[in-house]
């Protein structure tokens, strides 16, 4: 799904440089927008197509091609985010944002591995860890765009009420509603560093079947939860409870003999990679307050770890 510039259009087209050097911020944009590298792809696709679908001369009277692309391609997202929502509504089981893709192992909170395409990897922030983009799938498309666009790529109101089809005040109003969103709903963030050593912990205790150091690295009230799309077995429903948890997690280990936990980088934080017979079946992410895990998002749904087996080709 990578949009490469043949050579030779290259050479008759000098612009054509230019115009792709935007697919990364495009990408960039359309995943957090989204929450899926496989829709993201498609939308600069289709922003592609249309830009190409211009004449030459309305292609160059455009003063700032990356400005008209990213306009584009947020109106695309847009109209997207008010269609997933009833495609969500349809989805069998939990719907979890898709992971991205990062096979590097990682040592002490850092990954010391590169993705899949490097030139194409989405920048591993915090914009992008699971737990914010959770809190994203919260907001009305509306928000959402607005806050992305303005906070996040510092995009100002004016051009944000182009894409949004509102004011520049209203789009002003929608960010700071986003902006209480997220401070709602985020923790004061733990040192990375200390989140790899609690998940190598909890893989351990997992591996090892400990139901006891299961649930003293859980907090409480913790929540886990399932994203398979019927196409893999998983709970439906969200789990409640660190003895709940931990008892699924256990049963679960027992269910599925000669699984392999591999360390990895899930969304710019330490997460863990389940494989069988060398196929990845499950990414797990985690939203860590504290010592404490609070949150366990697992993505099973295969269609959503085609990046993770393929890199993305198809």
């Given at each position: 799904?990578?949009?490469?510039p043949?050579?030779t259009?290259?050479?008759?087209d000098?612009?054509?440089?230019?115009?792709m050097s935007?697919?990364?911020?495009?990408?960039?944009?359309?995943y957090?927008?989204l929450?899926s590298?496989?829709?993201?792809?498609?939308v600069?696709?289709?922003t592609y197509?249309?830009?190409?679908?211009?004449?030459?001369a309305q292609q160059?009277?455009?003063?700032?091609?990356g400005?008209?692309l990213?306009?584009?391609?947020?109106r695309?997202?847009l109209?997207l985010?008010?269609s997933?929502?009833v495609?969500r509504?349809?989805?069998v089981?939990?719907?979890v944002?898709?992971?991205?893709?990062?096979?590097g192992?990682?040592?002490?909170?850092?990954?010391d591995?590169?993705?899949?395409?490097?030139?194409?990897?989405i920048?591993?922030?915090?914009?992008?860890n699971?737990?914010?983009l959770?809190v994203?799938e919260?907001?009305?498309?509306?928000?959402?765009?607005a806050?992305i666009?303005?906070d996040?790529?510092r995009?100002?109101?004016?051009?944000v009420?182009?894409?949004?089809?509102r004011?520049p005040a209203?789009c002003?109003q929608l960010?700071?509603?986003?902006?209480?969103?997220?401070?709602a709903?985020?923790p004061?963030?733990?040192p990375?560093?200390q989140?790899?050593?609690?998940v190598?912990?909890?893989?351990?205790?997992?591996?090892?079947?400990?139901i006891n150091?299961?649930?003293?690295l859980?907090?409480?009230?913790v929540?886990?939860?399932?994203?398979?799309?019927?196409?893999?077995?998983?709970?439906?429903h969200?789990?409640e409870?660190?003895?709940?948890?931990?008892?699924?997690l256990?049963d679960?280990?027992?269910r599925t003999?000669g699984?392999?936990m591999?360390?990895?980088?899930?969304?710019?934080?330490?997460?863990l990679?389940?494989?069988?017979?060398?196929?990845?079946?499950?990414v797990?992410?985690?939203d860590?307050?504290s010592?404490?895990?609070?949150?366990?998002?697992?993505?099973?749904n295969?269609?959503?770890?085609?990046?993770?087996?393929?890199?993305?080709?198809?």
């Amino acid at each position: 799904m990578t949009i490469e510039p043949e050579p030779t259009d290259s050479r008759l087209d000098p612009s054509l440089n230019a115009i792709m050097s935007e697919r990364r911020q495009l990408i960039n944009l359309a995943y957090r927008l989204l929450g899926s590298l496989a829709d993201a792809e498609d939308v600069v696709q289709e922003t592609y197509a249309r830009w190409y679908a211009m004449p030459r001369a309305q292609q160059e009277a455009i003063e700032s091609p990356g400005g008209w692309l990213t306009k584009v391609a947020g109106r695309i997202c847009l109209d997207l985010l008010g269609s997933a929502r009833v495609r969500r509504e349809r989805y069998v089981g939990e719907w979890v944002p898709e992971p991205l893709p990062d096979r590097g192992e990682w040592r002490d909170g850092r990954s010391d591995g590169t993705a899949a395409d490097p030139a194409d990897r989405i920048t591993l922030d915090e914009s992008i860890n699971m737990a914010f983009l959770v809190v994203l799938e919260s907001m009305t498309p509306a928000e959402r765009v607005a806050f992305i666009l303005h906070d996040i790529f510092r995009y100002p109101f004016a051009e944000v009420a182009e894409i949004v089809g509102r004011s520049p005040a209203a789009c002003r109003q929608l960010a700071t509603s986003a902006r209480r969103r997220i401070a709602a709903a985020q923790p004061a963030a733990t040192p990375t560093a200390q989140q790899a050593d609690i998940v190598k912990d909890f893989k351990h205790a997992w591996e090892s079947k400990d139901i006891n150091a299961l649930i003293r690295l859980l907090d409480p009230g913790v929540t886990g939860i399932a994203d398979s799309g019927g196409l893999a077995r998983a709970a439906l429903h969200p789990i409640e409870g660190a003895e709940r948890i931990a008892r699924y997690l256990v049963d679960f280990i027992d269910r599925t003999p000669g699984l392999t936990m591999l360390e990895r980088t899930v969304n710019g934080q330490p997460g863990l990679v389940i494989q069988m017979d060398q196929t990845i079946t499950s990414v797990v992410a985690f939203d860590i307050a504290s010592d404490r895990i609070k949150r366990i998002w697992a993505v099973r749904n295969p269609d959503k770890l085609r990046w993770w087996t393929t890199g993305g080709s198809d």
